[in-house]
């Protein structure tokens, strides 16, 4: 396709303002997908991701399209997931298009993600074409939201379409738009092939699949390809488009997006932002790479069943391979036995993967209390990361400990900024700045990511009754005055229940923790006290009061089926349980101990 006749671009917006039903909308209205094909929400593949309602993968789509000018274009669409945990993947795929389509849904304005997720495009020299969704609602104020965007983001909204991609308002106006207004790309067809790796996935029946972007040069079926990056070299055994079925396609020129193909064994091969060319005559430079995405929050997997370890390693080993950001080690614990210690970019993907694992797997799942990674700078110089609490060194050696940071960036109506003020206070915040976009106030707060992990979100959900939006970005290490805390339940340390405090709330926390522990545990037939340390010191205390009786006795041993459905019913609910030296802890009081409400 000649370069000038080609549109490559993204959707960028908020979570639920419309981007994928807009995606939906392009596809069906170009005859890109049949109608009796189209399911809603074609891009959102996984079936946890249509069950959330969220875009985890970037999806790719090629759309042909005749425009007013008698021409036909071909448009590519890459779509990117909306929530912050997958933000890497949002700026990973903006470097392979030119343009982006900024959602806003009209009842509701700019929210946190719109202005994280646009910046990234602006970074990116995008062109940028304001869609103002959902005008079918009576609720749809698209004079003040386009002020919204001039006053907030920055960008002229003047000719900012007016869509309801529910409806199909506004869809055809937005075709020209992306024709008109987003410029083609540049690349040159003789020189030597430069494409860029976007994403890579695996497929059951292809294997690893590589989705990429064409930026100098032409790939064809056949062709033998260099990794710059990682030098792995392979033959390409099939080039291909999504439409968004795949269809194969004879090559791939500049400016154009599409996959290949080549016997690679594991996703983990293929290094996002790697630069592809041809292993002979290839170009001498790479593409400028992407960061790499480190994963931030840890955790430990657990099987409830100790006997599905194996089962566990299978699920976890197939999960990494198509999903490099990912990682996962071996662990033991005293308390829980042989599991992982896995590394997730936020708590979303730790919740994605585990849920995949307990529905693909059928495996039920332990999970210790997410953690954050800290630097540990030890006496003799030495830095080390701490993916464990339950790993911390001997104090003695330790100089002093360092933790992750990040700039949250909170959108929220007026009468719910002092809650939200309060509680990013209580979340050891430092406020830097405070402003205003219409009724709604702009919040950004330096905040300690540990704090931030466990449940800041869903907090924040409940103290605006649903109207506030969030978004955070890492900006580095700092000291702090932090201590691991153990919990010892009737005098043994439960190593799963260890977190790092600052050492100002560490009463507070374990006093909680203690409570909250005693009415998760239930009685035994001796008496236990549930403890809170720091080092040997003892902080908190609490004690779980003997069971008096037997739980059957007040049958009165006449019932015998009652008896037996009680003991049944009691040996069910052992399977949830993990003993403790002499005391069995059930397994929701590993994450419901460390919530803080
Ligand atoms: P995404 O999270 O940005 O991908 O948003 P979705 O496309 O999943 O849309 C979120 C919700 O808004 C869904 O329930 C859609 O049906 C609804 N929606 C999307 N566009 C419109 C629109 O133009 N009008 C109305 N009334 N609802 C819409
Ligand atoms: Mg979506």
Known sequence: TELSKIR???????????????????IQSTGTVQDRDMKEQL?????IERERGITIK??????DYEADDGERYVLNLIDTPGHVDFAYEVSRSMRAVEGSLLVVDSTQGVEAQTLANVYQAIDADHEIVPVLNKIDLPAADCDRVAEQIEDVIGIDATDAIRVSAKTGIGIKDTLEAIVKRLPAPTGERDAPLKAMLV??????YLGVIVLVRIMDGVLKKGDQIKMMQTNARYGVDRIGVFRPAMQVVDELGPGE??????????VRDTKVGD????????????????????????CGLFPVDSSEFEDLRDAIEKLALNDASFSYEMETSAALGFGFRCGFLGLLHLEVIRDRIEREYNIELITTAPSVVYHIFMKDGEMLELHNPADMPDLSKVDHLEEPRIKATILVPDEYLGDVLKLCQDRRGIQQDLSYAGSRAMVVYDLPLNEVVFDFYDRLKSVTKGYASFDYQMIGY??????????????????ALSTMVHRDRAEQRGRAMCEKLKDLIPRHMFKIPIQAAIGGKVIARETLSALRKDVTAKCYGGDATRKRKLLEKQKAGKKKMRQFGRVEIPQEAFISALKMD
């Open 478 to 495: 700092r000291a702090d005055n932090l201590v691991k805390m153990s919990v010892l339940v009737n005098d043994e340390p439960v190593d």
């Open 8 to 26: 490559n671009f993204s959707i960028v917006a908020h979570i639920d303002h419309g981007k994928s039903t807009l995606a939906d909308r392009l």
């Open 199 to 204: 994403d890579s996935w695996y497929d059951a």
């Open 275 to 298: 630069t592809i060319t041809h292993d002979k005559k290839g170009a001498e430079t790479a593409l400028p790479g992407f960061k790499p995405s480190v994963p931030v929050v840890f």
């Open 257 to 266: 997006i599409g996959f290949i193909t080549a016997s690679i064994k594991q």
């Open 43 to 47: 891009l959102d593949a996984m079936d």
């Open 58 to 63: 970037a999806n790719t789509v090629r759309i």
